[in-house]
């Protein structure tokens, strides 16, 4: 059966995971639902405590899409270290840079009580190393160095990953909202300037009508400008302070800027 999995904020677990001492039907259910539930979500694999059970099992599922059962797994021994980009199904979208050992040795049992051993190395050993984390109520926030962790907790904060935040581009997709509402001043200046040579009352009617509804459109594309420039702001925390300001001064001049064209507008037209 299909489980829930669980995701941040919710812990985990506050306890360790409990030791598989009856291999029964009950276990072989939950190891059903676990690769139920790795294959509905196009996981790598599960351990129990992240569908909210307390047995100590995790399931990874191979690369010709079997599957193996470790029950009471343990790390033997552990060798070298290794720098990855990790994701995790509990913090969904999200990654992190995490320092682990490159190579290890498993002890475990299979669904018929039988022990066995294992090594595994590079990605596979990262990846059980992850899960069985999860076997002691932690995730990779407790192998993050300081540094890593602050980013991280930014991530968590705005729920947006950070793949590049060390510099501000100097381009954004918020400036076309600024190029749209500098063309709708443009036109309306250019109407303003061309009321001054005409003296017909309907024709003059007709250009603030048609100013008032620039006006209206030109506001509307501010205020998307606002809106949508703090949402891709959020994508560069090492500059969002910057970009905050930049924001809302430039939505304020726009607003100065409609305003006093506006009104010259009215008293001229």
């Given amino acids: 059966m299909i489980k829930e999995i669980i995701t941040y904020p919710i812990p985990p677990s506050p306890l360790c995971a409990t030791d598989i001492r009856i291999f029964d039907n009950q276990l072989f259910e939950l190891i059903t639902d676990l690769e139920d539930t790795i294959n509905a979500n196009n996981l790598e694999a599960l351990a129990a405590f992240q569908i909210g059970n307390y047995f100590n099992v995790v399931v990874v599922k191979k690369e010709d899409g079997s599957f193996l059962e470790l029950i009471n797994p343990r790390l033997l021994s552990t060798k070298d270290k290794v720098t990855t980009i990790e994701k995790t199904a509990y913090f969904p979208g999200l990654t992190a840079e995490v320092t682990r050992h490159d190579k290890i ?159 010259v507008s009215y008293f001229v037209i």
């Avoid at 729920?159 to 309306?188: A, H």
């Fill in 105 to 263: 040795s498993v002890i475990y049992q299979d669904r018929t009580g039988a022990q066995q051993f294992l090594t595994a190395d590079g990605n596979f050993s990262v990846l059980l190393q992850r899960k069985i984390d999860y076997t002691f109520g932690g995730t990779f926030l407790t192998k993050l160095s300081k540094e890593e962790r602050e980013k991280f907790e930014q991530k968590l904060e705005f729920g947006i990953d950070i793949t590049n935040s060390e510099t501000c581009p100097t381009t954004f997709k918020r400036d076309y909202f600024t190029k749209v509402f500098k063309g709708f001043i443009l036109v309306m200046f250019a109407l303003l300037l061309g009321s001054l040579f005409i003296s017909d009352e309907e024709t003059l009617k007709t250009l603030w009508n048609t100013q008032l509804y620039l006006s209206f459109a030109a506001i509307i594309v501010n205020i998307g400008y606002f809106f949508y420039a703090h949402y891709e702001a959020k994508k560069y925390m090492t500059c969002i302070s910057c970009q905050s300001g930049n924001i809302i001064g430039t939505t304020f001049i726009g607003f100065i800027k409609l305003s006093v064209l506006m009104i």
